[in-house]
Nanobody, 128 residues
Framework: QVQLVESGGGSVQTGGSLRLSCAVS?????????MGWFRQAPGKEREGVAS????????YYADSVKGRFTISLDNAKNTVYLQMSGLKPEDTAMYYC????????????????????WGQGTQVTVSS
């Protein structure tokens, strides 16, 4: 059974840091070509935050998080991380881990419709 389980969310103040984890079971993340982190704030669309090409390690980030967030892989733990620093109130959202096979169509790694496997999410709240 394919499972992606996120953890590490919480409440922090502006400028704080959190590290989100996505533990993968039922498959190895390198059987999926791209692993991504998405977020969804109340009343808003789910948006791509970061993605990583599992074979080559290339990373992709939304402009809003570049320089503050880092996506990475841990082969031994079959886990994907999202290190978040310099957090802002606008980063408040439910964060989801996702996976897909193959290259995203049109290079749109940020398009949630291109990902098949999803976790249940972990809440991140940033207060001012």
């Amino acid at each position: 059974q394919v499972q992606l389980v996120e953890s590490g969310g919480g409440s922090v103040q502006t400028g704080g840091s959190l590290r989100l984890s996505c533990a993968v079971s039922g498959f190895t993340y390198y059987s999926r070509d791209y692993m991504g982190w998405f977020r969804q704030a109340p009343g808003k669309e789910r948006e791509g935050v970061a993605s990583i090409y599992t074979a080559g390690g290339s990373t992709y980030y939304a402009d809003s998080v570049k320089g503050r967030f880092t996506i990475s892989l841990d082969n031994a733990k079959n886990t994907v991380y999202l290190q978040m620093s310099g957090l802002k109130p606008e980063d408040t959202a439910m964060y989801y881990c996702a996976a897909r096979r193959g290259v995203p169509y049109g290079g749109r790694w940020y398009d949630r419709r291109q990902y098949v496997d999803w976790g249940q999410g972990t809440q991140v709240t940033v207060s001012s």
